[in-house]
């Protein structure tokens, strides 16, 4: 391995746990650019269009999370359990598996764990790319009816989160 790609990986670890570590939560009131995103589930090949949600006024939670993500794993039994509560009032739900993670590695872990929501692997980065300022996982955004963002980098403090959910079913 060369001495630069060896240094960027390490960057890009410390990176990822430094955001493993806490958590916070930012709100834009911009539109997100995220509506060009379409691709296929990891492990059923069905179509994930974000365009297609936003149009139906959904609201969406998008989580970015790695196999190798301490945090991701303890906060994923959380977000299966908002999953189940949220979505039959109308919240979609899609797990991001980072662009480093092996897809097969995915697939075994959300087939371990009964993941019961849309997984996609960000196999261009296209998604990252796309919400742009993924540090590290977790990261999870709230999109509202309107395409208005919030942001929460590491595990979210919960009764915030479900009130912010509440707050973008509510608008």
Known sequence: MKVHTR???VLTLVAMLQACGGHTAQSTDK?????????????????VDMGAMQQAGKVVVVNFWATTCVTCKKEMPKMIEMFNQYHPKGVEYVAVAMQYDEPEIVKNYA?????????????DGAFA??????IGTPTTYIINKKGQTK???????????YADLDRALAS
Not at 31 to 47: G, H, I, W
Not at 129 to 134: H, L, M
């Open 7 to 9: 240094a960027l990986l």
């Open 31 to 47: 539109a997100s650019p995220y509506a060009q995103l379409k691709t296929l589930t990891l492990d059923t090949q069905k179509p």
């Open 111 to 123: 087939s371990a764990n009964k993941l019961p929501f849309q997984l996609v692997w960000d196999k």
């Open 129 to 134: 790319n796309t919400f742009g300022d993924i």
């Open 151 to 161: 942001k929460y980098i590491g595990e979210p403090d919960w009764p915030q989160f």
